[in-house]
Structure formats: structure tokens, C-alpha cells
């Protein structure tokens, strides 16, 4: 029983610097969600996928791009990093069609720009 | 937009003492309200719900009842342990809106 599985769980990437986090779940639920989580900030969602074949915006979108790659995978990817983006990062999962279920999360991406 | 507002930490507890941590929210309609805790180095894992107005949701001996005439969701527990020491997150999220909205997490430290 996985549920979501985030990788890598630590990154540090220079000014400029590229990368993709990766983000699975096995539960077979239609939307996911990536939040960065900063401090005395709370959560605050980046981008989410209602379903597969789906992305929208969130929050704070700028700087970011997502992939809904099948059901299964969302990744997100920082295409120039910058410090701002030192945050950690997180990957949650829902069931569709309501909000009564909440959400799944995974373990979290921790990363520093420097 | 939803909003959730909860109470600002961090809160230290001795053990075996009494736990409030206030939320209250602004929302269109009637939201599903959630709890969340987060141990360190840690995802957030799902503490309790509730779905509708009056319901009580309660698990690991943490209680919150979904109060509507004064939209809270306080989250209460009888006796805290050091196993306790966490960041809470409340939540709240619309029916047929999937985006859960979060407070800014509450820090709780439990000294034996």
C-alpha cells in the first residue's frame, strides 16, 4: 500500500538549474494536486489535475509547469530555478466529484536553490 | 473562495494537559471540514472529518465537532502525549469543488 510516492525527497539545484519531481499514486483516484509548503505560509496549491488528460492553475502557477502523464503520474518541473523555489514540495491525491474524501499526500520533495 | 483561519502556534503543552487549537472558516455553501496532522519530515496524513453540520469527527482520542452558527471546527483532545507533537492543518473544501483550502498550520509541542 504505497498510496503516493514522491521522488527524489531532497534536491539542490543552482540559480538556472532544470529539474522535474516526480509524483505517483496506486489508488486509481482522477485528480492530483502539488502544493509547496513554506513557512508561516501553510499550503499553497501550484497546479492540479482534475483528470487524467487535465491541468490547471492554482495559487501560485508562475515558475512552474505540471504533466498529467496517466492516471497514475503527475510530475512537476522548474524550468529556470530560483531561489523563491526553495520550498518543500508536496503531491497529494483525491477521489473526483467531491470534497468530502480529502486528500492523500505523499512524503514531500525538499528543495533548496542556491 | 473558501478561507480557514486557525489559531497561531506554536502551542506548548505539558503532558496530560487539556488540547484546544481554533479554526474557523469562510466559505459558499457548506464545506466538508478536515484536520490534518504532520509529523516531522512527513507528508500530511488525514486526522478527522466532517461532512456536514453537527457531525463529530474523532480518531486517536483528537475530536472536532463541525459547528455551522459559528463556522469552526476546533480541534480538541483530553490528554496530549509527547506523541502528539506535530503541525495541525485545518481544511475545508466545497462538494464539487476538489481544491481543500488550508490554515497556516498550528505547531504543538508536547513536554513531558
Known amino acids: 500500500n504505497a498510496g503516493v510516492t514522491q521522488t527524489p525527497k531532497f534536491q539542490v539545484l543552482k540559480t538556472g538549474q532544470s529539474m522535474t519531481l516526480q509524483c505517483a499514486q496506486d489508488m486509481n483516484h482522477n485528480s492530483m ?14 497546479y492540479y489535475s482534475a483528470s487524467e488528460g ?12 505540471v504533466s498529467r502523464l496517466n492516471k497514475r503520474e503527475f510530475s512537476l518541473r522548474l524550468e529556470s530555478a530560483a531561489p523563491s523555489q526553495t520550498s518543500v514540495y508536496f503531491c497529494a491525491s483525491s477521489e473526483s466529484g467531491t470534497g468530502t474524501y480529502g486528500y492523500t499526500f505523499g512524503s514531500g520533495t525538499r528543495l533548496t536553490v542556491v | 473562495g473558501n478561507s480557514v483561519t486557525q489559531m497561531e502556534g506554536p502551542v506548548t503543552l505539558s503532558e496530560e494537559a487539556f488540547l484546544t487549537i481554533n479554526c474557523t472558516y469562510t466559505a459558499t455553501g457548506y464545506p466538508s471540514l478536515f484536520w490534518y496532522v504532520q509529523y516531522p519530515g512527513e507528508g500530511l496524513q488525514l486526522l478527522l472529518k466532517a461532512t456536514k453540520a453537527d457531525d463529530k469527527g474523532s480518531n486517536k482520542g483528537f475530536e472536532a465537532t463541525y459547528r455551522k452558527e459559528t463556522t469552526s471546527f476546533h480541534l480538541e483532545k483530553g490528554s496530549v502525549q509527547v506523541s502528539d507533537s506535530a503541525v495541525y492543518f485545518c481544511a475545508a473544501s466545497n462538494f464539487g469543488n476538489e481544491k481543500l483550502t488550508f490554515g497556516t498550520g498550528t505547531r504543538l509541542t508536547i513536554i513531558p
Open chain 1, 54 to 65: 487535465t491541468t490547471d492553475k492554482g495559487e501560485v502557477p508562475n515558475g512552474y509547469n
Open chain 1, 33 to 46: 494536486y502539488w502544493y509547496r509548503q513554506d513557512p508561516g505560509m501553510g499550503l499553497r496549491l501550484i
